[in-house]
Nanobody, 127 residues
Framework: VQLQASGGGLVRAGGSVRLSCVVS????????MGWFRQAPGKEREFVAA???????YYAESVKGRFTISRDNAKNTVYLQMNSLKPEDTAIYVC??????????????????????WGQGTLVTVSS
């Protein structure tokens, strides 16, 4: 299984960016998908996740501004990022994993349960 993220770039505060993550190999629709980010000098943190039944979870810091979605026909997961702030500047990484249907939301917040990780795409938000 390979994950390829794209869509990062330089954007002004208040602007929008849409990230994409294409999944190849495996049975894509069976995966729970997540986005994580890591800012310079900081630890990796959870951003958003979407289950195979399309339930979504968000970090408090991005609720109401970011939207995660998936298109199984295109093997792609998206992260629409609106009202961007300078503190959103980070490398964004997508991840995929097998989660039980009754998995706790906390399992999605942690990076440990994810089986596959893509390379990062850099989002820089200027003030």
């Amino acid at each position: 299984v390979q994950l390829q993220a794209s869509g990062g770039g330089l954007v002004r505060a208040g602007g929008s960016v849409r990230l994409s993550c294409v999944v190849s190999g495996g049975t894509k629709s069976h995966y729970g998908m997540g986005w994580f980010r890591q800012a310079p000098g900081k630890e990796r943190e959870f951003v958003a996740a979407i289950t195979r039944s399309f339930t979504t979870y968000y970090a408090e810091s991005v609720k109401g501004r970011f939207t995660i979605s998936r298109d199984n026909a295109k093997n792609t997961v998206y992260l629409q990022m609106n009202s961007l702030k300078p503190e959103d500047t980070a490398i964004y990484v997508c991840a995929a994993g097998f989660f039980r249907p009754d998995s706790s939301p906390r399992n999605y917040y942690s990076g440990g349960p994810y089986d596959y990780w893509g390379q990062g795409t850099l989002v820089t938000v200027s003030s």
